[in-house]
């Protein structure tokens, strides 16, 4: 009895269909695929090691019962807006999947922040001291706030109550021309908009169609350390810190500080207090402008009755207009009196050079001068002449022997290629005659036929055929149903003996080879 059950065991199992290690786990990957599609997981970074030469970041995630394989591709690491660390706790989202390279299942994340406000304290004062290491803080960089700007750029949401707040305060204070430039102030993609706008506010040409403004202003109203979060972000403090107008950060109320605040030229505890940072109060300045000019003009009053005075005084002192000539005078008399004998004197020195000048250039000497020079001349020619025709025979020689070289050049790589071409037909006609001894279509040419069950499963033996049991038999031009009515074997064999060995597998095609080749043997 046990024997039996045994060899009817043996049986089934040989029947049971066979999976390939590659099948087995892409049928493992595309179950893990379907049932977890996107799911958020919250754990502690472990392993990380920084990004992999590839770009890629591979670690894992985990608590204290399990851990879990995560990679971020390098197009997604790149939006990661904080600095990952071992043991940071953070929130990952993403396509959980498997690796069949070695056995495991990971998480293909898509989107990574840290978990809750502690994370971000955390990450807000180790973003503080860098960039605070890089002097992106220091007061020597700060520059100082114009006391009447011509021009205010306003960095804010246009649709907010803040730009209400600002140009309002403005036309109360000082009318000013304003020119706001409309950003996101919280959310994705909001940062790079307020750098943007900053950037672009400092690349305005002086005089050119927009009026490049004197003084800047970035604003917000109040929130959550989450909702300004933006305004911690490197992208808005470099640009900050580096802009060449004086820049004013109004973000949040008085008791909320941001990265921004410590990188810009003066900080504003609201947008109307920066609003009056920037101008002040024309009244007050009309008044204390009238002020200041009365005093000037008494002042100048004093002081002009002052030099009036002084000028009396040093009028009674200076001499009389004779006694300050009387010297120059004499002096002009005494120099009349040398003059004529001293241009004589003169005369006769410059007629002296003259003509020992003079004998110096005789016609004869000259033209024996020039003579020499057009001796020199033509010598001079003739072995330029002779250089020149040498060069040209010598670049000739070099263009010759250079085109003889790419005649040869050109003909070896035309009998290369052709010796090439006539290798890889040889080698593709061989590949073709061993596929086609492989096919099991050629062994149907040969008269043999392939019987499968009702399951389409070929059938090895006759021991698993059953009476009654629905056959297909497949020839060579085609297939015929059939049903079986008797079963006979030609020779027995043992209850327990092994099934048969299967045939070695066929090498198979790179990419798969093509989907409607069977096989003989399943």
Same mark, same amino acid.
């Given at each position: ?222 929130? $959550? ?38 990188? +810009? ?25 009238? +002020? ?177 049991? $629905? ?52």
């Amino acid at each position: 009895m046990k024997r039996g059950s045994v060899a009817n065991m043996n049986e089934s199992q040989a029947n049971v269909a066979e999976f390939t290690v590659s099948e087995l786990s892409q049928a493992l990957k595309r179950t893990v695929e379907d049932a977890y599609g996107y799911v958020r997981v919250r754990g502690e970074i472990s392993g990380y090691r920084g990004p992999h030469s590839s770009g890629h970041v591979y670690f894992r995630l985990k608590d204290d019962k399990a851990v879990l394989e995560a990679v971020i591709w390098k197009g997604v690491f790149g939006r990661v807006r904080f600095k990952m660390e071992e043991g940071l706790e953070v929130i990952a989202a993403g396509k959980l999947s498997t690796f069949p390279g070695s056995s495991k299942y990971q998480i293909v994340v898509e989107s990574l922040e840290p978990a809750g406000l502690g994370a971000l304290m955390a990450l807000l004062e180790e973003r503080k001291r860098k960039l605070a290491a890089e002097g992106l803080f220091d007061e020597a960089r700060k520059q100082l706030i114009p006391y009447l700007p011509e021009t205010i750029g306003v960095i804010t949401s246009p649709t907010g109550a803040v730009i209400r707040d600002i140009l309002h305060r403005l036309s109360d204070r000082f009318p000013r021309h304003v020119i706001v430039w409309p950003v996101k102030v919280q959310g994705e993609g909001s940062a790079e908009q307020v750098a943007a706008a900053i950037d672009g506010f400092n690349a305005l040409p002086e005089g050119g169609r927009i009026r490049r403004p004197d003084l800047l202003i970035v604003a917000r109203g109040g929130g $959550s350390l989450e909702d300004l979060w933006s305004f911690n972000e490197e992208i808005v403090v470099r640009a900050a810190a580096n802009s060449m107008i004086p820049l004013i950060s109004a973000v949040g109320h008085e008791t909320d500080v941001t990265l921004i605040d410590f990188a +810009s030229d003066k900080r504003a505890p609201t947008p109307t207090a920066a609003a009056e940072m920037a101008v002040p109060v024309r009244a007050d300045l009309i008044a204390d402008i009238m +002020s200041k000019a009365r005093r000037a003009l008494a002042s100048w009053k004093r002081a002009q009755d002052h030099r009036r005075t002084e000028l009396r005084a040093a009028a009674r002192a200076l001499p009389s207009a004779e006694d300050l000539l009387a010297v120059p005078r004499q002096r002009l008399d005494s120099c009349a009196e040398r003059l004529p004998r001293a241009l004589r004197a003169n005369a006769q020195i410059h007629h002296t050079q003259y003509s020992r000048v003079a004998s110096r250039l005789a016609p004869q000497l000259l033209r024996t001068n020039v003579e020499r020079r057009r001796i020199r001349l033509d010598a001079c020619t003739q072995r330029l002449g002779t250089a020149l025709k040498t060069y040209k025979e010598t670049q000739n020689n070099r263009i010759s022997r250079a085109r003889d070289r790419v005649t040869a050049l050109t003909e070896r790589s035309v009998r290369a290629i052709s010796a090439m071409a006539t290798a890889r037909v040889a080698r593709l006609e061989r590949s073709y005659q061993l596929l086609r001894a492989f096919s099991y279509q050629s062994v149907l040419d040969r008269g043999f036929a392939l019987v499968r069950d009702a399951a389409g499963h070929p059938l090895r033996a006759a021991t698993a055929v059953q009476p009654g049991m $629905s056959l297909d038999i497949e020839f060579a031009d085609g297939s015929v149903g059939a049903t079986a009515n008797d079963v006979r074997q030609t020779r027995s064999t043992p209850a327990t003996s092994a099934p048969a060995p299967k045939p070695a597998a066929k090498p198979k095609k790179p990419g798969g080879g093509d989907p409607g080749q069977g096989s003989l043997f399943g």
